[in-house]
């Protein structure tokens, strides 16, 4: 099959991009840097640059293409995730590239679209196993362009092509973010919000990564993106302590929480134990690290 790939050179490019022309998939991969360009040729890919918000330069792009796989985003860096601002290029690579894709994957007659999404577009489900019939209740506008993208997919469906949504769960793994993460955590930063009783679902990139490539079996529609264990949250920091051998985090009330972390902290304390049966039953996939014990044990042996 001949493949799009934007955010090729992203945590879960990098993770599914090798995978992807191991079995057999002509590569071709959006990038900007020497040094992106210098790898990708190493894994077997055939970079090109594409600026993602022009028509043109997407429609020659997607020129002959069996599928699009757009995984680009633009996640600020931790320190600065509360800043409503700093998501502004992550909202454009959802919707205004989503849409000028979907417009260009049409005109080409590409069959298959596969967009990246994420779980915490979902309501507070409290202790309720959420599937993707769950109700959409985003808790801050900043998840507003992942449904926007959903849209555009659906578009692409209805035009006669096969859209896929993966949503994704809370990532994890051996990434920049994660060790920032993992930092934190060891020098006592990391408080739980509450009593921390909130469901948090959680994937590791290794198993985001398989899940892209069966993606591509997959009949049209949204799936959840999961491993099979959602833990509360004072659970998932709990058990990463523990691997740490650290101090578990203390406890801070989320009145106090909200007036550090601001809107943050709703992406912190909403409850989503995300069920991912859907996905499963498509494609065979399944997540090599069932919860975040086996998960978080995986990454910081790699640390």
Avoid: C
């Amino acid at each position: 099959m001949k493949i799009l790939f934007t955010g090729a050179t992203g945590v879960i490019g990098r993770a599914a991009v090798p995978l992807l022309t191991a079995g057999g998939h002509d590569m071709t991969a959006v990038s900007r840097s020497d040094a992106d360009r210098a790898w990708l040729r190493d894994v077997g890919a055939h970079p090109v640059p594409v600026d993602l918000f022009d028509p043109d330069s997407v429609l020659s792009a997607t020129a002959g293409m069996d599928a699009v796989i757009h995984y680009a985003t633009a996640i600020p860096p931790q320190a600065a995730m509360a800043l409503r601002e700093s998501w502004r290029m992550n909202d454009r690579l959802r919707s205004e590239a989503t849409a000028t894709l979907v417009d260009a994957a049409i005109a080409n007659g590409v069959m298959l679209f596969v967009q990246q999404s994420i779980t915490f577009i979902y309501a507070d489900g409290a202790d309720s196993w959420l599937d993707e019939s769950a109700p959409i209740d985003p808790v801050w506008d900043v998840l507003d362009s992942a449904v926007a993208a959903e849209g555009h997919v659906a578009r692409f469906s209805e035009s006669g092509g096969t859209g896929v949504v993966l949503r994704m769960a809370r990532m994890y793994g051996p990434d920049p973010a994660s060790a920032d993460y993992i930092a934190a955590v060891r020098a006592k930063e990391v408080p739980i919000i509450g009593n921390g009783d909130n469901y948090v679902s959680s994937v590791h990139s290794a198993d985001v990564a398989t899940a892209v490539l069966a993606g591509l079996t997959a009949p049209a529609g949204t799936y959840n993106v999961a491993d099979d264990e959602p833990m509360s949250a004072a659970e998932v920091v709990d058990s990463l302590a523990d691997q740490l051998g650290v101090a578990r985090p203390s406890h801070v009330p989320e009145e106090d929480a909200r007036e550090a972390l601001k809107h943050l902290t709703g992406l912190l304390t909403v409850s989503q134990r995300v069920a991912n049966n859907a996905f499963k039953e498509a494609t065979g996939w399944n997540p090599r690290f069932a919860s975040v014990r086996e998960g978080w044990a995986d990454v910081v042996g790699l640390t």
